[in-house]
């Protein structure tokens, strides 16, 4: 089992920034953790990713915004959000993958961009 603990969210005011961690019980069997949201009345959708090796993918409407990077050796996968918009209001939850494809996620962080 791999259990995510993350941490970070909270409310901002719009062309803010905010720092989202997570950091993983276990991370030997882990390859991929990336960041995913779920607005209200929406699904979940993809932020970005990050691969073992710093393979990066991020959603169009983050790009240029947000920077995802990782420290392996804690096991732990950080989401620096800069330029927050409203429409980036949203749980925010972190996702690992394992090398047999397993996923896990957060609880999540609630992440609130308004006046």
């Known amino acids: 089992q791999v259990q995510l603990a993350e941490s970070g969210g909270g409310m901002v005011q719009p062309g803010g920034s905010l720092r989202l961690s997570c950091a993983a019980s276990v991370g030997i069997f882990i390859n991929t953790m990336g960041w995913y949201r779920q607005a209200p009345g929406k699904e979940r959708e993809l932020v970005a990713t990050i691969t073992r090796g710093d393979t990066t993918n991020y959603a169009d409407s983050v790009k240029g915004r947000f920077t995802i990077s990782r420290d392996n050796a804690k096991n732990t996968v950080f989401l620096q959000m800069n330029n927050l918009k409203p429409e980036d209001t949203a749980v925010y939850y972190c996702?690992?993958?394992?090398?047999?494809?397993?996923?896990?996620w957060g609880k999540g962080t609630l992440v609130t961009v308004s006046l």
């Open positions: 996702n690992a993958k394992t090398f047999v494809s397993m996923d896990y």
